[in-house]
């Protein structure tokens, strides 16, 4: 089962972003093979819309789950009609994100938990 | 001649500029292009006569002809529509109406519906033909609603077009194919940093334009440095005023208030063709 996380840099050392569609990177992880890989996020600098092209690019990835800090309603929508399983609050680094995911300490979402524009820093 | 008015930074008086010079001039027509929050109505107190609706098309999909080949989002430039599990999601709100899904759908399968995003009301008041636009609460495309508030646009008036504040597509939309611009600014740091934006946009839209400093005893000297050293022309200067702020709240017009005003904006109309010439 591919896992993406939403993050701020390229490695498992790096920090899970708390936002889903403007965060830089997705870590992909490989749960059968314990692999880690990173995607560029390339909608996150879009002028609008980035929540929906970013769900876009993961569902396109054939990912299963998906871990991040907080998730918008459009992303919702598009990741929902994908099937993808969204486990949001997670903090910290990467790997630790993992374990926790894991251990199954993350609760999945049935619906977004911030409004559209969250990512954009502004209320 | 068509003269809008604009300025980067919100409320410097682009509203009080507008609607006093179009109430100084014979055969006007005042045009409210600052759709996402109309106010210059409140001054005009025109009789509405006419209202239009403003729609944009949305596209719907047809699930029977659609094969989820996704050509449509890729198309979308505004990022109004993804694809998951082969079925077309659409985010209406996203969608600016461009038609291109519709276009290069290979299976026909997208019609367009319109979708209600505004107003526009037409209204007289003496010598002044007032137009204005007005987007729905909740709705983000302002330049369909100003394109639709300049069709009606009458070359044989004097056309006075207020416009958003702001540098980006609203203004633009609003600012675009008119003859002069009036930059309203006031001389304080965030009043010069606005300007100096719309400056750079006007000149990209290469038209001619000049400034007016509004509550110019005010703030410091820069915004009057600035205009020296860019060469453009101070077309006018309001003083920071208890009674202009009085009347303006009341929702009166300044040159029915004050004495002397009415003269002012004719100056100020007689100055902009001249500057129009030398720059254009």
Known sequence: ?123 | MIISVASGKGGTGKTTVAVNLALSLNNVQLLDCDVEEPNCHIFIKPVFEHRNTVFIPIPRVDQTKCDGCGRCQEVCVYNAIAIAKKKVLIFPELCHGCGSCTHFCPHDAIKEENKEIGVVEIGEKSEIQFIYGKLHIGEMMAPPVIRAVKKHINKKRTVIIDAPPGTSCPVITAVKGTDFVILVTEPTPFGLNDLSLAVKVVRKLKIPFGVIINRSDLGNEKTDEFCTSEHIPVLMRIPFSKKIAEIYSRGDSIIEALPGYREKFQRLFAKIKKVKISQG
Not at chain 1, 6 to 17: A, I, K, N, Y
Not at chain 1, 87 to 99: C, L, N, P, Q
């Open chain 1, 1 to 123: 089962m591919k896992v993406a996380i939403s993050s701020s840099g390229t490695t498992v050392e790096s920090e899970v972003d708390l936002r889903f569609g403007r965060c830089p990177y997705y870590i992909i992880y490989d749960t059968e093979a314990e692999s880690f890989e990173h995607v560029e996020n390339k909608s996150g600098q879009a002028m609008g819309g980035a929540g929906i092209q970013a769900a876009q690019m993961v569902s396109d990835m054939n990912v299963e789950s998906l871990i991040t800090g907080n998730i918008g309603p459009n992303a919702f929508r598009v990741l929902s009609a994908a099937s993808i399983k969204i486990y949001s609050g997670a903090t910290g680094k990467i790997k630790d994100a993992v374990e926790k995911f894991k251990k199954g300490e993350y609760k999945q979402v049935n619906g977004p938990d911030v409004a559209p524009h969250f990512g954009m820093g502004r209320k």
